[in-house]
């Protein structure tokens, strides 16, 4: 009874912060960060659910949401991810994890983002207010190496530390007020940290992460941050709490998490997961506070060949003024 009503008080107060941000929905804070291609979501399993994966991050993409999640992780894995974004923009990105036992759980990941060819103009000021100016194809990515630790059955952490560059031009035109070439090309480190905590009811959890923490780059005339947001999601095996239909072939994981980010107002993400013998996998999600955005589906399949692990994944983003974005991703255990 005791950790009945322990759990009741976890639970009570991770519906308190999930609910939190939907007083704070007055303002949105746009246009307030660079590098926004750090905020693409990663990962088929992940982006199914609605983004909702703060505490259910448990596989080598983890990286990319909470670093904690990695060590969950048993052995070596090596995940890829592909997703061909709005306006055919591609992004790419990939992760090598070993777990070393006690020492906790090391891993290595990049990012890329291909803009594909872009055509430039210019303000001029003059009759005809812009001019072209050539094509140029951006160059953006990342590298980054990760640890996670499990220092108990119940209390992971983790963090990346990530080298990231961009690279819009190697020269562009001024303005009509500055006409000078310049080049706009940027280099900075960045850190993540996260943290999953397992409350003992079930398996309830709760988890944290602030992501993209950096010192502001300076662009021409202004500084500008990287898009840095703050997340606190939560989730549960709902069948656990009906034992007469619990069962370890079915499961029926439900998250929430709340986002804080530096250049939107809050909003709230809610994903579910069907799983079946943990190998058949049915998902479906929901954003709120989007201009765009709003429910995901998705499905994966874990196999395994020989002495290794296959998991293939898929998600579906749905938008409303755009055409759908599919992604794919793959993690392969051994």
């Not at 912060?17 to 704070?24: E, I, K, M, N, S």
């Not at 291609?37 to 991050?57: D, N």
């Not at 990105?93 to 803009?115: C, S």
């Not at 980054?144 to 562009?172: C, P, W």
């Amino acid at each position: 009874m005791k950790t009945l009503h322990q759990a009741t008080k976890l639970i009570l107060l991770a519906a308190l912060f999930l609910a939190l941000p939907v007083f704070g929905q007055g303002i949105d804070k746009i246009a307030q960060t660079g590098m926004k291609w750090l905020s693409i979501p990663v990962g088929a399993r992940a982006s199914a659910l609605g983004s909702a994966y703060t505490a259910m991050a448990s596989d080598a993409g983890a990286v990319f949401w909470n670093p904690a999640g990695l060590a969950q992780t048993e052995g070596r894995h090596v995940f890829l991810s592909q997703t061909q974004w709005l306006a055919d923009i591609n992004v790419n990105a990939g992760v090598a994890a070993y777990h070393f036992g006690g020492l906790g759980t090391f891993g290595v990941h990049f990012q890329t983002v291909d803009w594909g060819t872009l055509h430039g103009t210019r303000f001029t000021g003059g009759a005809e207010l812009f001019e072209e100016t050539g094509t140029f194809s951006p160059d953006s990515w990342l590298l980054g190496v990760s640890y996670a630790r499990r220092i108990s059955d119940k209390f992971s952490f983790g963090a990346n530390l990530r080298y990231i560059h961009e690279n819009l031009s190697t020269s562009l035109e001024g303005s009509f007020a500055s006409p000078q070439k310049f080049t706009a090309e940027m280099n900075l480190m960045a850190i993540d940290f996260g943290t999953i905590f397992y409350t003992g009811f079930k398996d309830f959890r709760i988890a944290m992460t602030i992501q993209n923490v950096s010192p502001e780059k300076e662009y021409r005339f202004e500084s500008f941050p990287l898009p840095l947001s703050f997340r606190f999601g939560a989730a549960m095996d709902a069948l656990r709490l009906f034992p007469s239909f619990a069962d370890k072939d079915h499961v029926l994981t439900v998250s929430a998490d709340a986002l804080h980010p530096r250049d939107f107002s809050e909003r709230l993400h809610f994903g579910l997961e069907y799983g079946f013998k943990k190998v058949i996998f049915l998902r479906g999600g929901y954003k709120t506070n989007y201009d765009e955005e709003d429910f995901t589906l998705g499905g994966g399949a874990h196999v395994n060949v020989g002495n290794m692990a296959v998991g293939l994944d898929y998600s579906y983003l749905a938008f409303k003024n755009f055409d759908a974005v599919h992604m794919f991703s793959f993690d392969f255990g051994f």
